[in-house]
T-cell receptor, first 114, second 112 residues
Framework: NAGVTQTPKFRILKIGQSMTLQCTQD?????MYWYRQDPGMGLKLIYY???????DKGEVPNGYNVSRSTTEDFPLRLELAAPSQTSVYFC?????????????FGPGTRLLVL | AQSVTQLDSHVSVSEGTPVLLRCNYS??????LFWYVQHPNKGLQLLLK??????LVKGINGFEAEFKKSETSFHLTKPSAHMSDAAEYFC??????????FGAGTRLFVKA
């Protein structure tokens, strides 16, 4: 199993550009998450999904959109990039959303908006 | 409201000496507590988790953590540090649903 994979690893965007961060998992997990990690801060939840076709906002959703057309894929879209979106983005998945559930993380996408 | 505080942003130890990474939490009920490790340019990996079965939890790579309800703490320890332990460590509170709260992280440096 590859686990959770993310592409690209690193990207530089100009202000106002758009891009899609890709996330794929091969563990047949229904639950998937997008987090951002800012320097000196813990991860913050952007969006999550409980299954194909179902998504919901997390703590910091503004400026982002997601879709979930398949169990495996959960792309994150930035429509109008802003410097405040410079961050490291992690995708994660889990078998359930129970409080004892382990999340499995991808290696991250480092995004710089200039 | 739930919260988690990692008391040290950086910890530096010599190889072969003990490691202590401190974590305090705040929760209105008994939460599930996790420690994750993040090596450079890698995703987070689960080290161990507390789920009320036992207060002393053993994880991978010789790490363990003790849940102390009276002190609202869940400190991570290892008897003898190895160079490969150098990484960032996150204490995490999970209260179910999408309510996962990450601490700010503690970066562990291991000196030869």
């Amino acid at each position: 199993n590859a686990g959770v994979t993310q592409t690209p690893k690193f990207r530089i965007l100009k202000i106002g550009q758009s891009m899609t961060l890709q996330c794929t998992q091969d563990m047949n997990h229904n639950y998937m998450y997008w987090y951002r990690q800012d320097p000196g801060m813990g991860l913050k939840l952007i969006y999550y999904s409980v299954g194909a076709g179902i998504t919901d906002k997390g703590e910091v959703p503004n400026g982002y959109n997601v879709s979930r057309s398949t169990t495996e894929d959960f792309p994150l879209r930035l429509e109008l990039a802003a410097p405040s979106q410079t961050s490291v983005y992690f995708c994660a998945s889990s078998y359930s959303m129970g409080d004892q559930e382990t999340q499995y993380f991808g290696p991250g996408t480092r995004l710089l908006v200039l | 409201a739930q919260s988690v505080t990692q008391l040290d942003s950086h910890v530096s130890v010599s190889e072969g000496t003990p490691v202590l990474l401190r974590c305090n939490y705040s929760s209105s009920y008994s939460p599930s507590l996790f420690w994750y490790v993040q090596h450079p340019n890698k995703g987070l990996q689960l080290l161990l988790k507390y789920t009320s079965a036992a207060t002393l939890v053993k994880g991978i790579n010789g790490f363990e953590a003790e849940f102390k309800k009276s002190e609202t703490s869940f400190h991570l320890t290892k008897p003898s540090a190895h160079m490969s332990d150098a990484a960032e460590y996150f204490c995490v509170v999970h209260t179910g649903g999408f309510k996962t709260i990450f601490g700010a992280g503690t970066r562990l440096f291991v000196k030869a």
